[in-house]
Nanobody
Framework: QVELVESGGGSVTVGGSMRLTCKVS????????LAWFHQAPGKERRAVAV???????RYTAPLKGRINISEVKKERTLYLTLDNLTSEDGGFYYC???????????????????WGQGTQVTVSA
């Protein structure tokens, strides 16, 4: 059984940085994808970064260029660092896991079958 537990959210001022953590357990060691999704208030949940067991990484706008996804396999931990945050970056961030069915992980929500509870990021002026 896959379990994902996010932490690290909180309040930050515009232009600040934050690191989110996801403790991962139960994911098969091969052909998996891990992802971070962002859901702003009143908006759909969208992928911001995905990482495959093969090391392939994809980022999406508008956070692309301001975020970094990484994994420490021996610690079973996934990270997302966010820099130069804007008010539009606020909301909930979710960690997700799914099977890798292509060289690059997909960005669509339906590709991920396991989800964490989310961690909230508040960006204020």
């Amino acid at each position: 059984q896959v379990e994902l537990v996010e932490s690290g959210g909180g309040s930050v001022t515009v232009g600040g940085s934050m690191r989110l953590t996801c403790k991962v357990s139960g994911v098969t060691p091969n052909e998996y994808c891990l992802a971070w999704f962002h859901q702003a208030p009143g908006k759909e949940r969208r992928a911001v970064a995905v990482l495959g067991d093969n090391g392939a990484i994809r980022y999406t706008a508008p956070l692309k260029g301001r975020i970094n996804i990484s994994e420490v396999k021996k610690e079973r931990t996934l990270y997302l660092t966010l820099d130069n945050l804007t008010s539009e970056d606020g909301g909930f961030y979710y960690c997700a896991a799914g099977s890798r069915r292509a060289p690059d992980c997909f960005l669509v929500r339906a590709s991920y079958t396991s989800w964490g509870q989310g961690t909230q990021v508040t960006v204020s002026a």
